[in-house]
């Protein structure tokens, strides 16, 4: 590999989804995987698959589906993981293992209750294992940010040593800054034997805010591949943001002198596409993909703009994927020509879906002058969340104003084909629209959030409505999209409705409690 590649390494399907509420469904993974390849990831690391029989299932299945680059699974170094890991990824053309265990002084002592010589060869033997199963792979020692650095060097040499041929070094709770971290990165560099032979990695936290500055201080000291997650999603503040990486050294070659496979016109539509999976919305400054990383307001920003591009934009919108939602397509547009453009957007639909969707895209051309991309993108999105479903609206009438009380009446399909009616009052329609919902399937969640927004533009615009609720201590995320944003909010109310009931389901299943890491 030439000495200016930097490989990325993408963790949203796996630390990503550790981020509360942030849970996906098989094909919400297998679809983001998609958009993860089409963006040009090195690595997907698609789920640590001894953590539950779901997270089992999602990376065999992003193994057999996705092509084309490393599928990674994660482990800990014991023999129950790493057996999992390749029963998981063995049909992956280019499979890696990555396992980890904790190193420093405080996972020892309260976590481990291990002496460092049983860390040592707890690690070997994990290293080993995974090499009897394939060639590609990658070690993390935990908490190796606040390791000893002279016992960190050695737990890396024995790795290295025992098979590994990509070393991480995490920053599991995001205690360190640039120059510490920087230094330990030398440390080893100048320290472990044999470190010149394998691929150094760097995975850092945000909890102090320095994520992406702690991981581009260890690309200057050689540091050459990066774990990141789309959005900087991640546990508690979550983790380097891919798009954020990517760019710095995008835009600064001259210092970095580092190069990535990534296709930054996709970075847009794919922090969109993880927004709306997994409900958390992408601040509006945030750099690179928030809504105001390219608005200029103050006025001697907007003459400079004018006058010269530069003096206030070291990116172009364009570069990212973001540029102005255009008129796309009407109510003549024919099926070819949907089909093509919800593949430009980075949609993967079969021939079922594809009719579903331009079965509403009629139907919403009767309803819209205009039809925005942003518009094709919701009923695509729509469509890959409309799994088989427990409860399904059939209709829905309300009521409300001055002086009035506020009522409603649904119904609801449930999949056994039996039909629900119930009418309630509430403190305002859509109030009263969640409480019949709740009265027919019996399933009480507590409202903590909700919110709702316009897609598109104008006054047909359709509207989008995001809930965030707690069920049985858990936070479940819903959204849903229509031009009736009554609707839409019952909409997005059911699907947690469904996605809480799902959840109990899955309990009936046998899992391992999942463990948190790097």
């Known amino acids: 590999m030439s000495d200016n590649r930097l490989i990325i390494f993408d963790t949203t399907l796996r630390d990503g989804e550790q981020s509360p509420g942030a849970s996906m469904n098989l094909a919400e993974k297998v679809e983001i995987a998609h958009a993860l390849k089409e963006l040009g990831v090195d690595i997907i690391e698609a789920g640590f698959p001894i953590a539950s029989p779901g997270d089992f299932e999602a990376v065999q299945a992003i193994a057999r589906q996705v092509h084309g680059v490393t599928i990674c699974g994660l482990a800990r170094c014991n023999n129950d993981d790493i057996d999992r890991a390749w ?5 992956a053309p280019r499979p890696r293992i990555h396992v980890f265990l904790a190193t420093s002084a405080i996972h020892r002592e309260f976590k481990l209750h291990m002496a460092k010589e049983e860390i040592v060869r707890r690690a070997v ?15 993390s020692p935990e908490d190796a940010a606040r390791t000893e650095l002279d016992f960190l060097a050695e737990v890396v040499e024995r790795a290295i040593e025992a098979g590994a041929t990509t070393i991480n070094i995490p920053d599991t709770v995001g205690y360190a800054v640039p120059e510490q971290y920087a230094s330990a990165i030398r440390h080893l560099k100048e320290h472990v034997r ?11 936290h945000n909890d102090l805010g320095l994520a992406v500055s702690n991981s581009l201080a260890a690309l200057k000291e050689g540091a050459r591949q990066v774990e990141c997650t ?8 979550g983790n380097c943001a891919l798009e954020e990486i990517v760019m710095a050294v ?7 002198q580092v190069t990535t496979s990534i296709n930054t016109r996709r970075l847009c539509p794919t922090s969109r596409l993880v927004s709306r999976i997994t409900g958390i919305n992408v601040q509006r400054n945030k750099a690179i993909v928030g809504q105001n990383a390219f608005a200029h307001e103050a006025g001697i920003h907007q003459d400079g703009m004018l006058k010269e591009r530069s003096t206030y934009e070291i990116m172009r919108p364009e570069d990212v994927g973001l540029t102005k939602t255009d008129l796309v397509l009407g109510k003549h547009s024919g099926r070819h020509a949907l089909k093509q453009r919800i593949r430009d957007l980075g949609f993967h639909l079969d021939d079922q879906q594809l009719q579903k969707v331009f079965e509403g895209f009629k139907a919403l051309a009767d309803r819209k002058k205009n039809i925005y991309d942003a518009d094709i993108e919701a009923l695509a999105e729509a469509t890959l969340n409309s799994g088989p479903a427990i409860w399904t609206l059939e209709a829905m009438t309300c009521s409300g104003g001055s002086g009035s009380v506020p009522h409603a ?12 009616r119930e009418a309630s009052m509430g403190d305002g329609p859509v109030d009263a629209v969640f409480q019949a919902i709740e009265r027919i399937t019996g399933v009480d969640v507590k409202l903590k959030d909700f919110q709702v927004r316009s897609v598109t533009v104008g006054e047909d615009a359709q509207g989008e409505a995001q809930i965030e609720a707690e069920h049985q201590g858990r936070v479940v995320r819903g959204r849903a999209v229509s031009t009736d944003i009554i609707e839409a909010a019952a909409l997005a109310f059911l699907h947690v409705i469904n996605r809480a009931l799902a959840r109990e389901q899955m309990k009936m299943n046998p899992q391992t409690e999942a463990v948190s890491v790097t």
Do not use: M
Not at 87 to 91: P, S, T, Y
Not at 125 to 139: K, P
Not at 409 to 420: E, M, N, Q, Y
């Open 87 to 91: 029963q998981a990824l063995k049909e």
């Open 125 to 139: 033997a994990g290293v080993t294992r995974a090499r009897s199963y394939l060639e590609d792979v990658e070690f």
């Open 194 to 204: 044999g470190i010149d032979k394998v691929v150094l990695s760097v995975h850092c």
């Open 230 to 237: 789309i959005n900087g999603l991640g546990e508690r503040a």
């Open 250 to 256: 995008h835009t600064r070659p001259d210092y970095f």
């Open 409 to 420: 009446a649904v119904v609801l399909w449930h999949k056994d084909g039996t039909l629900h």
